[in-house]
Nanobody
Framework: QVQLVESGGGLVQAGGSLRLSCAAS????????MGWFRQAPGKEREFVAG????????YYAESVKGRFTISRDNAKNTVYLQMNSLKPEDTAVYYC?????????????????WGQGTQVTVTR
């Protein structure tokens, strides 16, 4: 079992920045892929960014490329999502997720473990 706890959400004006954190605990595996997803009211949960726990490789949704950066600190078992140039359409609950694989996939159903989510609200 892997437990994931997100933090760092909040209210920010358009053009601002936030950094989300996801602390992982429990069973650890160097083969785990970590992902960030988001879900806005009335919409399906969508992939935002993904990263392999070890090795290289980061992946982004087209809508956040150039604005968001996913990174990890293996010593702290923590994954981050730095969000810059935020837009009102980025407003959503953001979830951290993990899957026991070395392949980053974009489908929510591919991930076994989920955090509780953190709200990000971007105002005009």
């Amino acid at each position: 079992q892997v437990q994931l706890v997100e933090s760092g959400g909040g209210l920010v004006q358009a053009g601002g920045s936030l950094r989300l954190s996801c602390a992982a605990s429990g069973r650890s595996s160097s083969s785990y892929v970590m992902g960030w997803f988001r879900q806005a009211p009335g919409k399906e949960r969508e992939f935002v960014a993904g990263i392999r726990w070890s090795g290289s490789g980061t992946y982004y949704a087209e809508s956040v490329k150039g604005r968001f950066t996913i990174s990890r600190d293996n010593a702290k078992n923590t994954v981050y999502l730095q969000m810059n140039s935020l837009k009102p359409e980025d407003t959503a609950v953001y979830y951290c997720a993990a899957r026991n694989s070395i392949v980053v996939l974009k489908g929510p159903d591919e991930y076994e473990y989920w955090g509780q989510g953190t709200q990000v609200t971007v105002t005009r």
